[in-house]
């Protein structure tokens, strides 16, 4: 069975400083992709990141990079100089198999950007 | 522009009603898709289309029904709606070839009374 965990019901940051999110997800698939949506007060998802399983790379968007430790099975986003606008619920997913269109979403950890 | 648009954006029922969730996109996408996110923010997916086929529907009541007229529309019609069915439906759409780049419309928020 396929399962999208994050710990973190609630983090504060300070401004410009950085914060990591937690993901870890769990899988019999050998290929998968991994993505975070952000989801401000106004209730619409936005998709930040993805990574692929076989991309030996962590991907990065911006102030947004995804720390991917296969072997951990971890998908953590770490977001660089934060700013009050990240004030955001913050969503892991998962797509597995990475040819099919079954996504599983984790609970959600909401971010308080602290000025 | 609106990228993916959802009509109504608030709807409030009585138990037993029957409603629909219009949905549409602009940007071309071959694949849709609804989500339900309940109180607590678990977001679930509910179903997907690609050129008028479902391909995932996940344990949902049959009381769901997804209605594709072509493919920019993925309405959702619900049937006897129970308290229970109050959540956020977010609608989204994607290309097949790139389904982990889902574009969500802003959300309908149903309160069933």
């Known amino acids: 069975a396929q399962k999208i965990t994050q710990t973190q019901p609630g983090m504060f940051v300070q401004e410009k400083e950085a914060v990591t999110l937690d993901c870890t997800y769990d899988t019999s698939d050998q290929s998968y992709g991994l993505f975070w949506y952000k989801q401000p007060s106004s209730g619409e998802m936005i998709f930040l990141i993805y990574q692929g399983s076989y991309d030996e790379q962590n991907a990065t968007e911006g102030r947004y990079s995804l720390n991917f430790q296969k072997a951990r099975k971890s998908a953590n986003l770490v977001i660089s100089a934060s700013q009050l606008g990240d004030s955001a619920m913050y969503f892991c997913a998962m797509r597995g198999p990475i040819t099919g269109n079954q996504f599983y979403f984790g609970t959600g950890t909401s971010l308080t950007v602290i000025p | 522009d609106t990228a993916v648009s959802q009509t109504p954006k608030y709807l409030v029922t009585q138990m037993g009603n029957d409603k629909s969730i219009k949905c549409e996109q602009n940007l071309g996408h071959d694949t849709m898709y609804w989500y339900k996110q309940d109180s607590k923010k678990f977001l679930k997916i509910m179903f997907s289309?690609?050129?008028?086929?479902?391909?995932i529907n996940e344990t949902v009541p049959n009381r769901f029904s997804p209605k594709s007229p072509d493919k920019a529309h993925l309405n959702l019609h619900i049937n006897s709606l129970e308290l229970g069915d109050s959540a956020v439906y977010f609608c989204?759409?994607?290309?097949?070839?790139?389904?982990?780049?889902?574009?969500f419309g802003p959300g309908t928020r149903l309160l069933v009374l």
């Open positions: 989204a759409s994607s290309q097949r070839s790139r389904p982990e780049t889902q574009y």
């Open positions: 289309y690609n050129n008028k086929e479902l391909i």
